[in-house]
């Protein structure tokens, strides 16, 4: 399996500022994805975050507003940008490796709330 | 494209009894279905996978492909069993596998 950590577990901000989330994996991953969980809805992908490339985010979603980066095979951020109280949700990141067959390890998340 | 249905948001069941939570889907390719489970204060993990077709903690899930279904059951629950439960379909796309989740089914195993 692999460990996953996020920082920060959790934050209150400001209407209008941003905010940057790192995902930290123990080992090396092909994939790494970002999800949203809203207040009592489910898991919506946000993008695929890819190495060495731009990320591929799903439809709703653009890079303005989500700009992400992986770096490495272990390490992604996502920047919640120009935050409003709706982006108030949990924010996931899993990873899938070539070991995993399709199966994806999930980090503990990121809760955030915007006044 | 692809969609996870879990028609009970909340199932609540005493200890002993049998339990089934219910997942239909749809999609136009050959499906893979999971099941994530998030335990209070724990993280989404996987439970089982359907091309495994194992017991997990007692669970079970047969995919029905007729009926579109991947229900899980277990015939006794238990205390323990009390958690989130998420029913996902991974659809293999040009950019990689994406997993949908449906919008998860709460068991509250009672004493």
């Known amino acids: 399996s692999a460990v996953i950590s996020q920082k920060p577990s959790r934050d209150i901000c400001q209407r209008g500022t941003s905010l940057t989330i790192q995902c930290q994996v123990d080992?090396?991953?092909?994939?790494m994805f970002w999800y949203r969980q809203q207040p009592g809805q489910s898991l919506t992908l946000i993008a695929t975050?890819?190495?060495?490339?731009?990320?591929?985010?799903e439809s709703g979603f653009v890079i303005d507003k989500f700009p992400i980066s992986r770096p490495n095979l272990t390490f992604s951020t996502l920047t919640v940008s120009n935050m409003s109280p709706e982006d108030s949700s949990i924010y996931l990141c899993?990873?899938?490796?070539?070991?995993?067959?399709?199966?994806?390890?999930f980090g503990p998340g990121t809760r955030l709330t915007v006044l | 494209a692809q969609r996870v249905t879990q028609p009970e948001k909340l199932l609540s069941v005493f200890k002993g009894a049998p339990v089934e939570l219910k997942c239909n889907y749809s999609?136009?390719?050959?499906?893979?279905l999971f099941w994530y489970v998030q335990y209070s204060r724990q993280r989404l993990q996987l439970l089982l996978r359907?091309?495994s077709r194992e017991s997990i903690k007692g669970f079970t899930a047969d995919l029905n492909k007729g009926e579109t279904s991947f229900h899980l059951k277990k015939p006794f629950a238990q205390e323990e069993d009390s958690a989130m439960y998420y029913c996902?379909?991974?659809?293999?796309?040009?950019?990689?596998?994406?997993?949908?989740f449906g919008t998860g089914t709460q068991l509250k195993v009672e004493l």
């Open positions: 899993s990873v899938e490796g070539a070991w995993t067959y399709n199966e994806q390890f």
């Open positions: 080992s090396q991953v092909t994939m």
């Open positions: 975050a890819n190495q060495g490339s731009e990320a591929t985010y």
């Open positions: 999609y136009s390719g050959s499906p893979e």
């Open positions: 359907h091309i």
């Open positions: 996902a379909l991974i659809a293999v796309t040009g950019g990689g596998n994406k997993l949908t």
